[in-house]
């Protein structure tokens, strides 16, 4: 693909843009939670935009176009059901991280488990961040990048990812949250663009679809269907998502460094709203490569046919923009999420005494050690795409029992430690077995239409290391109270306490209406 010179002085002024941000933004830090956490002073509409621009990256716009091209619709449902994820977060969740001013989100399981479960849930979190998240953006966008403008790909992952890391560790969070904002507006632009020149080639809204089959607009399968079985999407992807969006380091670090409870919490809200406009900006591209283009070889080809053949000079290098302010916003948020998990859980608990000046010092050096690493790994997973795939389902396996041990541990006071080491162990040897049958078949209860889905695998190693968790927990003793006070739900009527102000400023109002609009979306969509 070749770019006009508009395009180029449009990626250009991205990079001026985002290079002037972070040197204006950048301050010397008074403390590790200056660094760490924007010194507990963020507002709702940073927070928002920090947290969109976390959990897209450049792979949901290949992927997620790939996967309307060639499923249609149906796997914007993972988009709606963050929404309804978000809940979660918002009303039982966040109130006691906020109250327990905690650092990380291992932290607060120390403080209702034990020492052993943070630093175990920290150690996995930690690898996965390196393993997939990071190696697999700089991958993507070395794909992509390569694919759209014949970039070496190995230049492009070290040059992405270095330019990232410094504006990281130059600044902390404060930084990448204000550059987030910076970039989720280029990419809902850039998006917001291709989608719109992509239908006026199809014929608006109505041409789309008499193109295509009804099928491929419905966001509701059956049962047993292998991709998006809708009980495994109502019940097993939302409590995943729940995990990944009230347990995860690298979305909830946003919400710890808030002012208050309540910009915490609208600024989740706010999330939820443009969460509502991935699939039309994300999927439904695919949906219009495929009217346009029925034969390409690869369903990920769709984003990059659509560029290349659709994209007027200057759009397409906003649009080129938008890509790299996704990559960028979801790599810096990993960075300074391990960065943060090794300094509070490991580096505090090796040298207790360290200064906060070495504790930035130390929170620096781990952003450059994550970007080497995870570095070093992208490439491997072009090689061994399988290895890949595997490191993901085990991620999707191994959160839903964590998701359940958050939910007891805040929900139910007899859950004592020794039933989450149950729980934990019983995952262990339950879920890689039933992985494995994903692609063996040898368990023969498993050989029906509806446990054949891998999501309602995953709901049932999920139910089984519950029972685990249930079980040992009512056979040890209790936990005591000293524990319980300040981790546990002790009055119900607390999580649905009204917020700062009233009518339009209290929270509740505008989550009740996003929730509404979101299953009025899904309805329509069905």
């Given at each position: 693909?070749?770019?006009?010179?508009?395009?180029?002085?449009?990626?250009?002024?991205?990079?001026?843009?985002?290079?002037?941000?972070?040197?204006?933004?950048?301050?010397?830090?008074?403390?590790?939670?200056?660094?760490?956490?924007?010194?507990?002073?963020?507002?709702?509409?940073?927070?928002?935009?920090?947290?969109?621009?976390?959990?897209?990256?450049?792979?949901?716009?290949?992927?997620?176009?790939?996967?309307?091209?060639?499923?249609?619709?149906?796997?914007?449902?993972?988009?709606?059901?963050?929404?309804?994820?978000?809940?979660?977060?918002?009303?039982?969740?966040?109130?006691?991280?906020?109250?327990?001013?905690?650092?990380?989100?291992?932290?607060?399981?120390?403080?209702?488990?034990?020492?052993?479960?943070?630093?175990?849930?920290?150690?996995?979190?930690?690898?996965?961040?390196?393993?997939?998240?990071?190696?697999?953006?700089?991958?993507?966008?070395?794909?992509?990048?390569?694919?759209?403008?014949?970039?070496?790909?190995?230049?492009?992952?070290?040059?992405?990812?270095?330019?990232?890391?410094?504006?990281?560790?130059?600044?902390?969070?404060?930084?990448?949250?204000?550059?987030?904002?910076?970039?989720?507006?280029?990419?809902?632009?850039?998006?917001?663009?291709?989608?719109?020149?992509?239908?006026?080639?199809?014929?608006?809204?109505?041409?789309?679809?008499?193109?295509?089959?009804?099928?491929?607009?419905?966001?509701?399968?059956?049962?047993?269907?292998?991709?998006?079985?809708?009980?495994?999407?109502?019940?097993?992807?939302?409590?995943?998502?729940?995990?990944?969006?009230?347990?995860?380091?690298?979305?909830?670090?946003?919400?710890?460094?808030?002012?208050?409870?309540?910009?915490?919490?609208?600024?989740?809200?706010?999330?939820?709203?443009?969460?509502?406009?991935?699939?039309?900006?994300?999927?439904?591209?695919?949906?219009?490569?495929?009217?346009?283009?029925?034969?390409?070889?690869?369903?990920?080809?769709?984003?990059?046919?659509?560029?290349?053949?659709?994209?007027?000079?200057?759009?397409?290098?906003?649009?080129?923009?938008?890509?790299?302010?996704?990559?960028?916003?979801?790599?810096?948020?990993?960075y300074n999420s391990v960065s943060t998990l090794v300094t509070r859980d490991f580096y505090l608990r090796w040298r207790p005494q360290a200064t906060q000046a070495q504790q930035i010092l130390f929170g620096r050096a781990t952003v450059i050690v994550v970007f080497i690493l995870g570095s070093l790994w992208?490439?491997?997973?072009?090689?061994?795409?399988?290895?890949?795939?595997?490191?993901?389902?085990v991620q999707v396996y191994l959160m839903l029992p964590f998701a359940g041990i958050f939910f007891a541990g805040v929900l139910w006071r007899r859950t004592t430690s020794q039933g989450v080491a149950a729980c934990l162990c019983t995952a262990g040897v339950v879920c890689p077995m039933l992985m494995l049958n994903g692609e063996f078949h040898f368990l023969p209860f498993m050989d029906t239409p509806l446990l054949r889905p891998w999501l309602h695998g995953a709901m049932l190693a999920f139910a089984v290391s519950m029972v685990a968790l249930v079980s040992v927990s009512l056979a040890t003793?209790?936990?005591?109270?000293?524990?319980?006070?300040?981790?546990?739900?002790?009055?119900?009527?607390?999580?649905?306490?009204?917020?700062?102000?009233?009518?339009?400023?209290?929270?509740?109002?505008?989550?009740?209406?996003?929730?509404?609009?979101?299953?009025?979306?899904?309805?329509?969509?069905?």
């Open positions: 693909m070749t770019l006009h010179w508009i395009d180029w002085a449009a990626i250009g002024g991205y990079v001026l843009l985002i290079g002037a941000a972070s040197l204006l933004l950048s301050r010397k830090p008074k403390s590790s939670e200056d660094y760490f956490l924007a010194g507990r002073s963020l507002r709702w509409p940073f927070i928002g935009a920090s947290l969109f621009a976390a959990n897209i990256s450049a792979e949901h716009f290949v992927g997620l176009a790939g996967s309307g091209y060639s499923g249609g619709m149906a796997v914007g449902g993972y988009e709606w059901s963050a929404v309804f994820c978000l809940a979660p977060l918002i009303m039982l969740f966040l109130p006691f991280y906020v109250k327990n001013k905690i650092f990380t989100v291992p932290e607060f399981l120390e403080q209702r488990y034990g020492p052993g479960v943070r630093l175990f849930f920290s150690g996995f979190m930690v690898v996965l961040s390196v393993l997939t998240k990071i190696s697999i953006s700089l991958w993507a966008s070395s794909l992509v990048f390569s694919s759209l403008l014949g970039w070496n790909p190995l230049l492009v992952i070290w040059v992405v990812g270095l330019g990232t890391a410094l504006y990281t560790m130059k600044g902390g969070l404060r930084v990448v949250v204000y550059t987030d904002a910076l970039q989720t507006t280029v990419l809902l632009i850039a998006a917001v663009i291709l989608t719109t020149v992509g239908l006026r080639h199809v014929g608006g809204w109505s041409g789309l679809h008499a193109r295509l089959a009804p099928q491929m607009f419905s966001m509701v399968r059956p049962a047993t269907d292998p991709d998006y079985p809708w009980p495994g999407m109502f019940f097993g992807v939302m409590l995943a998502g729940s995990f990944y969006w009230s347990m995860d380091q690298v979305l909830v670090q946003r919400a710890f460094a808030a002012k208050n409870l309540d910009e915490g919490r609208k600024g989740a809200i706010l999330c939820g709203f443009l969460k509502l406009t991935t699939p039309f900006l994300l999927v439904l591209p695919g949906l219009i490569a495929k009217a346009l283009y029925p034969s390409l070889p690869k369903a990920d080809q769709a984003y990059g046919a659509l560029l290349q053949n659709i994209m007027p000079a200057g759009l397409l290098g906003l649009t080129i923009s938008g890509i790299g302010a996704a990559l960028m916003g979801h790599v810096s948020a990993t992208a490439p491997m997973i072009g090689k061994f795409g399988n290895l890949f795939t595997y490191l993901q389902t003793p209790h936990t005591t109270r000293e524990k319980l006070a300040g981790t546990t739900v002790d009055n119900w009527r607390t999580l649905v306490a009204p917020g700062a102000g009233g009518g339009i400023r209290d929270y509740r109002a505008w989550l009740a209406v996003l929730l509404m609009t979101t299953a009025a979306l899904w309805y329509i969509m069905r």
